[in-house]
């Protein structure tokens, strides 16, 4: 299987304190990307990074790669509430192409 | 953004029965489509990739006999659960790639609930 694996599983935090989820994957990649899903929903695209990148931001989302690790995290800072939702890393191996999701974080966020 | 829909987005079917679910790019045409499905509170897993006017290639462990995938046009795939039985119940998801994107985007649907009594 190509999945890849996440952890925590689960992980409840206070709202404003920050949350960071770790993916890791197990082929090389040409990208990861990271995805959002609230229970029982769809997917929401939060952020691609490329394997020639090392770090993105975008809001209050922080993203690194390692790839020599195969590795990724997703940081979230100040959370909130309204983050609580399960957080999903994708991996394809060419830009395009098939999606691996890993196993998933479920974060809850307690105000 | 892009959006892309499914169509129905609950079902429920008897066993024996079988169930299509459609998977609409609505504003762009999308060469590529992918058929994912999930069980409760775990991963999604890919089924299918669907590409128009060719055959589906399927992932291991996918039955091909079972999945029926189509995808006759640049904004319609479809996925048909034949003889439906309770262990296929799961929620579906599709997702679809523009034919001119070359960053690797993918948009996915809202999911589609399938129940099997």
């Known amino acids: 299987s190509q999945q890849g694996e996440e952890d925590p599983q689960a992980l409840s935090i206070q709202e404003g304190e920050n949350a960071t989820m770790n993916c890791s994957y197990k082929?090389?990649?040409?990208?990861l990307q990271w995805y959002r899903q609230n229970s029982g929903r769809g997917l929401v695209h939060l952020i691609l990074?490329?394997?020639?990148?090392r770090e993105k931001h975008s809001g209050r989302l922080r993203v690194t790669l390692d790839t020599s690790k195969k590795s990724s995290s997703l940081l979230i800072t100040a959370s909130r509430a309204a983050d609580t939702a399960s957080y999903f890393c994708?991996?394809?191996?060419?830009?395009?192409?098939?999606?691996?999701f890993g196993t998933g974080t479920s974060l809850t966020v307690i105000p | 953004g892009a959006v892309v829909s499914q169509h129905p987005s609950r079902v429920i079917c008897k066993s024996g029965t079988s169930v299509k679910i459609e998977c609409r790019s609505l504003d762009f045409q999308a060469t590529t489509m992918f058929w994912y499905r999930q069980f409760p509170k775990k991963s999604l897993m890919l089924m299918a990739t669907?590409?128009?006017?060719?055959?589906?290639?399927?992932e291991q462990g996918v039955e091909k006999d079972k999945f029926l995938i189509n995808h006759a046009s640049l904004t319609l795939s479809t996925l048909t659960v034949t003889s439906a039985h309770p262990e296929d119940s799961s929620f579906y998801i599709c997702?679809?790639?523009?034919?001119?994107?070359?960053?690797?985007?993918?948009?996915f649907g809202p999911g589609t609930r399938l129940t099997v009594l």
């Open positions: 669907s590409n128009e006017g060719s055959k589906a290639t399927y």
């Open positions: 994708a991996t394809s191996q060419t830009a395009g192409n098939q999606f691996y």
């Open positions: 082929t090389s990649i040409n990208n």
């Open positions: 990074i490329r394997s020639n990148e």
């Open positions: 997702s679809a790639r523009p034919g001119t994107s070359g960053r690797g985007e993918q948009f």
